[in-house]
């Protein structure tokens, strides 16, 4: 995976709540995982500066805490954009065409899966079968899915979230 686009620009507000919570945990046996979901939700992600503060905090080697972000898929390297676009990869959406539609979306958006865009406002995952076979090729937006979808229709959908 390529290096995140966006810089880090953490609060003093979510760094004072990120000691509170390493604070409140750092007695407890396994607690890298636990302040781990907490750093999440105060940052919507975990970049490395994060991953530090936690190290450091916890006295867990970097190493470890870097390894529990990439193992588990709750966890993310990247922050999630305003409008968190994932395209399905599920068996029926493949065979139907999904890889082209993620071609056709980081195309449009000039990111990787994984990442999100300088301003913040898309990011990109595939994920698995979402449910929604009968509708394949699907892509979600938030809340919102497209489905019997073909790469023309994917700039006009993008364009009504700009």
Do not use: W
């Not at 953490?10 to 004072?16: N, V």
């Amino acid at each position: 995976m390529s290096q995140n686009k966006i810089p880090f620009n953490g609060t003093p507000e979510q760094e004072a709540a990120l000691k509170a919570v390493i604070e409140k945990h750092k007695d407890m046996k396994g607690a890298a995982i636990p302040v781990l979901h907490e750093a999440q939700n105060i940052y919507g992600y975990l970049p490395i500066e994060v991953q530090e503060m936690i190290s450091e905090g916890l006295n867990v080697p970097l190493a470890e805490i870097y390894g529990i972000v990439t193992f588990y898929a709750q966890f993310s390297l990247n922050p999630k954009g305003t409008y968190q676009i994932g395209i399905c990869l599920g068996t029926a959406c493949y065979v139907k065409g999904s890889g082209d539609i993620l071609e056709k979306v980081k195309e449009l958006l000039g990111i990787d899966v994984g990442e999100c865009t300088p301003d913040g406002k898309f990011s990109l995952d595939a994920t698995r079968c979402i449910g929604a076979c009968g509708l394949a090729p699907v892509m979600t937006i938030n809340d919102e899915v497209y489905g019997r979808l073909t790469v023309d229709d994917i700039e006009d959908i993008l364009n009504k979230y700009q």
